[in-house]
């Protein structure tokens, strides 16, 4: 496991392995890391192909000499100039870095999911045991203060009894020609799963602490290439179930999300296009508007949150800054924070990912069997 990292005078030095120049979560990632100031982008392996890394290295200001085409060369030049990886490749490729920072005594920061394939990971658990609170993966949405202040704001609405979330996107159908190869390819675990639910099963682990003890799902795939992009899925919690949509052929939505938790004394609603704002209703019916200028409340009003005062929109890149501000204070200080996911959490949502997408081929509940 690697260690704390001592010297608060220093930045944190950081290796990136993959995400191109043409890459847009590769942008966010880069630009939050840059917008922190407490990071320095030292080397890099965004490509294997040599007119894509210099294209990076113009792009990012970052000396041609330290961008590399090839994963070992890197690794043996620059292992003792670097404290931390950031990896951004397609998750079926994130192995075979891993492996090669095992025994390096590095942290790692990986975009979500940790891995494609849950027999790949089970495989090589052991392994990645050793290196449990050394790697973390970005599941941005849980750096968005709305989503911090749903799960402060739950104790009001009492004992859950069912939830609703949906996360419905029109890529497959409305940008078909700009989605990348892999993303085309589904393999033991449908890209679907990686990309949406796996965002989904993250923020009602965050809400709940806890996983689902069953799912259950149905699919649909995209008529023009053999993929799934369409899935709707039952989640039961044991004590409450709720439901889940999650889609890339939904004309009309271009990345939303929608949150909708019911209790026995109030709701709480939420969605990603009006994101400083949460809907509350108590058990009378009364409505109220949590935002930003609301007093009393824990996170959503919060400044240290957010670059710009209230009125202008908080995004998509302030919640991967917050990301970051939290790899760095709990790399110094070695304490987990609720923001950053594990190794063993990691496993989990791949496992009922896996779960779900074999669910849509029986049409039974699949029991969820958690390491």
């Known amino acids: ?20 120049f043409d890459s847009t979560i590769s942008k966010t990632h880069l630009r939050a890391i840059l917008a922190t100031n407490k990071f320095e982008i030292v080397c890099g392996m965004f490509s294997k192909k040599k007119f894509k890394n210099l294209k990076n290295s113009k792009f990012w200001n970052i000396s041609l000499s330290k961008v590399y085409n090839n994963l ?3 690794i043996h030049k620059e292992i003792k100039n670097f404290d931390t ?48 609170r050394s790697l973390y993966c970005t599941y941005n949405y849980l750096g968005y203060p709305s989503i911090l202040e749903i799960y402060y704001q739950l104790k009001k609405i009492g004992k859950i009894k069912s939830f609703v979330i949906e996360m419905p996107q029109q890529a497959s159908l409305m940008n078909f020609s700009k989605i990348k190869e892999w993303r085309k390819k589904d393999n033991e675990i449908p890209n679907l799963y990686l990309d949406l639910a796996s965002h989904i099963i993250c ?20 008529h023009k290439i053999n993929y799934v992009d369409n899935v709707f899925a039952w989640l039961d919690f044991k004590d409450f179930i709720g439901t889940c949509w999650f889609s890339k052929n939904s004309i009309g939505n271009k990345n939303k999300i929608s949150i909708r938790i019911f209790g026995e004394k109030g709701s709480l609603q939420w969605d990603h296009e009006n994101h400083e704002i949460i809907n509350y209703v108590d058990s009378k019916g009364n409505k109220k508007t949590l935002d930003r200028t609301t007093k009393g409340l824990k996170y959503l009003n919060q400044n240290k949150f957010y670059t710009y005062s209230p009125g202008h929109p908080f995004g998509f890149l302030d919640s991967f800054i917050n990301i970051y501000e939290e790899i760095y204070k709990s790399f110094y200080t070695g304490v987990k924070s609720d923001l950053l996911i594990g190794i063993k959490d990691n496993i989990n949502i791949i496992n009922i990912l896996n779960e779900m997408h074999k669910s849509s081929k029986t049409n039974k509940w699949h029991k969820i069997k958690l390491i």
């Open 72 to 74: 070992d060369l890197l």
């Open 85 to 132: 990886a950031v990896i951004l490749t397609p998750p079926s490729e994130r192995l075979e870095i891993y492996k090669k920072l095992f025994n390096k005594n590095k942290k790692i920061i990986s975009e979500k999911p940790i891995e494609g394939s849950l027999r790949v990971l089970k495989k090589n658990y052991n392994n990645f045991k050793k290196i449990d």
């Open 203 to 222: 923020i009602l682990f965050f809400f709940f602490k806890k996983f689902p003890i069953a799912v259950k799902s149905i699919e649909q795939k995209n």
């Open 1 to 20: 496991m690697s260690q704390v990292i001592k010297n608060k005078s220093k930045k944190i030095k950081i290796a990136i392995f993959g995400g191109g």
